[in-house]
């Protein structure tokens, strides 16, 4: 059975910086996507980055410029690093990973795989 795991979450300043990572197991496939949707107290679950088999990222407009996502290999996994922190940045993080072809990496619907979601909040 696949497991997602995140881990780097906590609390820290606004301006501050924290980096998310993810790791997979009993997930032997390459992703297709990887991605981090974030979901904070009476909001929707939102997409925050992806990244496709191909290298390919995508950024929430709120986030670009602040926040970098990447692959680590070795945990078939994406990374997240997060700089210049806002209290709107407040919430709980999830990392999904889909081995097959989706349309759009951005889509929730688009992963098979998440994790449990790792705390983020930023005190101003």
């Known amino acids: 059975q696949v497991q997602v795991v995140e881990s780097g979450g906590g609390s820290v300043q606004a301006g501050g910086s924290l980096r998310l990572s993810c790791a997979t197991s009993?997930?032997?496939?390459?992703?297709?996507?990887m991605g981090w949707f974030r979901q904070a107290p009476g909001k929707e679950r939102e997409a925050v980055a992806s990244?496709?088999?191909?290298?390919?990222?995508t950024y929430a407009d709120s986030v670009k410029g602040r926040f970098t996502i990447s692959k680590d290999n070795a945990k078939k996994a994406p990374v997240l690093l997060m700089n210049s922190l806002k209290s709107e940045d407040t919430a709980m993080y999830y990392c999904?990973?889909?081995?097959?072809?989706?349309?759009?990496?951005?889509?929730?619907?688009?992963?098979?795989?998440w994790g449990q979601g790792t705390q983020v909040t930023v005190s101003s």
């Open positions: 999904a990973v889909q081995p097959n072809w989706r349309f759009n990496c951005n889509w929730s619907s688009s992963y098979n795989y």
């Open positions: 009993a997930y032997t496939r390459t992703s297709y996507c």
């Open positions: 990244i496709d088999e191909a290298g390919v990222t």
